[in-house]
Nanobody, 124 residues
Framework: QVQLVASGGGLVQAGGSLRLSCAVS????????LGWSRQPPGKEREFVAA????????DYAESVKGRFTISRDNDKRTVYLEMSNLKPEDTAVYSC?????????????????WGQGTQVIVSS
């Protein structure tokens, strides 16, 4: 029922910035805990960032803390991932995900719905 479409990926130089967007349809957006994960070429998917349905609780992978920022816009039904000081190791397909919640809880790393993802390539 919940569909997510990520966009904004591209080719950037190391040290550059990029903002990814994820449009969400279906479900009650304000009740969705949201997050981003990534899958580098030839590697397993890894958690990147999460935001609670309230938009006040956050969770980041240690590798991106201080460089990435997750946010949400309930009116636009969109979750964002702002990336700065990008490194070659950030190269991956980034996907957004959602989990409907019954109560207001902290950001989660577990999801029920996943998007296709958008590719980010960081050149050295």
């Amino acid at each position: 029922q919940v569909q997510l479409v990520a966009s904004g990926g591209g080719l950037v130089q190391a040290g550059g910035s990029l903002r990814l967007s994820c449009a969400v349809s279906g479900g009650t957006f304000s009740r969705l805990a949201l997050g981003w994960s990534r899958q580098p070429p030839g590697k397993e998917r890894e958690f990147v960032a999460a935001i609670s349905r309230s938009g006040k609780d956050f969770d980041y992978a240690e590798s991106v803390k201080g460089r990435f920022t997750i946010s949400r816009d309930n009116d636009k039904r969109t979750v964002y991932l702002e990336m700065s000081n990008l490194k070659p190791e950030d190269t991956a397909v980034y996907s957004c995900a959602a989990r409907p919640t019954i109560l207001s809880v902290p950001a989660t790393r577990d999801y029920d719905y996943w998007g296709q993802g958008t590719q980010v390539i960081v050149s050295s």
